[in-house]
């Protein structure tokens, strides 16, 4: 095949990316983007209130216009100011969910594979209740018996999927367990702490940050809908799933309040998936690259 033949023959990508990871990442960074500065991107303050423009629509509707430049809500709020404040919000607790469920289940998982016995045998029951256990039910049922706080929203929202974490990490703990390298450093002498944590958790951390691309959409889900529910994020502060649950009462004469923010959310989750995907596959050495 000839080197133009090749060129055709290659799928089009975008610095050596496929177009659709390609604009998944750009709508990631631009999440991230958003959430860092937006107090400087934000046309106004979420809080502020201005009862003379309820329910203006979106500038590119009849009767909108660009000062709201996506509309107003029942309290004549910006939304476009309450969804970058409420991003910020969302990706701050999904983030820091995540990757606490992931210290946690990871820590349990490498002991358990490492020390195994009653240790292992108690940290898999745990993840087997977990498992048996929908998060949104356990979180419903603590934040009705312990209050709302943002430190323990954020606990909640992190036991969706720690499980995951405990079983990825034991499972390649144990097939780790015989290799060369562990033996190695374990006939010099080494502690179980240096064993795990300094050698084994590097050697496996791949298949973990994978895991967490996957598993961070469903922890955005996850704050969406406690937050949909009431028992999340509380007036007067903001996020995604509160702004979807104020709006659901207007959906009839002010869709841009429920329906805005849940593009939002539907976007960021499906270019997180789509991103962990394909990321998952690329680091599989079984599967073609070019492809």
């Given at each position: 095949?000839?080197?133009?033949?090749?060129?055709?023959?290659?799928?089009?990508?975008?610095?050596?990316?496929?177009p659709?990871?390609?604009?998944?990442?750009?709508?990631?960074?631009?999440?991230?983007?958003?959430?860092?500065?937006?107090?400087?991107?934000?046309?106004?303050?979420?809080?502020?209130?201005?009862?003379?423009?309820r329910?203006?629509?979106?500038?590119?509707?009849?009767?909108?216009?660009?000062?709201?430049?996506?509309?107003?809500d029942?309290?004549?709020?910006?939304?476009?100011?309450?969804?970058?404040?409420?991003?910020?919000?969302?990706?701050?607790?999904?983030?820091?969910?995540?990757?606490?469920?992931?210290?946690?289940?990871?820590?349990?998982?490498?002991?358990?594979?490492r020390?195994?016995?009653?240790?292992?045998?108690?940290?898999?029951?745990?993840?087997?209740?977990?498992?048996?256990?929908p998060?949104l039910?356990?979180?419903?049922?603590?934040?009705?018996?312990?209050?709302?706080?943002?430190?323990?929203?954020?606990?909640?929202?992190?036991?969706?999927g720690?499980?995951?974490?405990?079983?990825?990490?034991?499972?390649?703990?144990?097939?780790?367990?015989?290799?060369?390298?562990?033996r190695?450093?374990?006939?010099?002498?080494?502690?179980?702490?240096?064993?795990?944590?300094?050698?084994?958790?590097?050697?496996?951390?791949?298949?973990?940050?994978?895991?967490?691309?996957?598993?961070?959409?469903?922890?955005?889900?996850?704050?969406?809908?406690?937050s949909?529910?009431?028992?999340?994020?509380?007036?007067?502060?903001?996020?995604?799933?509160?702004?979807?649950?104020?709006?659901?009462?207007?959906?009839?004469?002010?869709?841009?309040?429920?329906?805005?923010?849940?593009?939002v959310?539907?976007?960021?989750?499906?270019?997180?998936?789509?991103?962990?995907?394909?990321l998952?596959?690329?680091?599989?050495?079984?599967?073609d690259?070019?492809?």
């Amino acid at each position: 095949m000839s080197l133009s033949e090749q060129t055709i023959a290659r799928p089009l990508r975008i610095f050596g990316l496929p177009p659709i990871i390609a604009l998944c990442l750009f709508w990631l960074f631009a999440v991230i983007f958003v959430a860092i500065f937006a107090d400087l991107l934000a046309p106004s303050h979420y809080t502020t209130q201005d009862l003379t423009a309820r329910f203006r629509p979106p500038a590119f509707m009849t009767g909108g216009r660009f000062d709201h430049l996506l509309g107003t809500d029942h309290l004549g709020r910006d939304i476009l100011s309450r969804i970058i404040y409420a991003l910020r919000t969302s990706i701050l607790i999904a983030t820091f969910g995540t990757l606490l469920g992931a210290v946690v289940g990871t820590t349990i998982g490498l002991l358990a594979g490492r020390f195994r016995g009653i240790f292992d045998v108690f940290a898999m029951m745990l993840t087997d209740m977990q498992t048996a256990l929908p998060s949104l039910f356990i979180a419903i049922a603590l934040l009705a018996f312990f209050g709302n706080n943002i430190p323990l929203f954020i606990v909640l929202v992190s036991l969706e999927g720690w499980e995951r974490y405990a079983r990825l990490a034991r499972g390649l703990s144990l097939s780790e367990q015989s290799a060369d390298y562990i033996r190695a450093v374990e006939a010099f002498g080494a502690g179980t702490g240096r064993v795990v944590f300094r050698h084994l958790l590097p050697n496996i951390a791949a298949s973990l940050v994978v895991q967490a691309t996957l598993n961070f959409p469903a922890t955005i889900l996850l704050e969406t809908s406690l937050s949909f529910l009431g028992l999340g994020v509380q007036p007067p502060g903001t996020s995604l799933g509160l702004m979807l649950g104020e709006g659901r009462r207007y959906l009839l004469n002010a869709w841009w309040i429920a329906v805005l923010p849940g593009i939002v959310i539907f976007l960021t989750t499906l270019a997180m998936s789509l991103f962990g995907d394909w990321l998952r596959d690329h680091l599989d050495p079984t599967v073609d690259k070019d492809h």
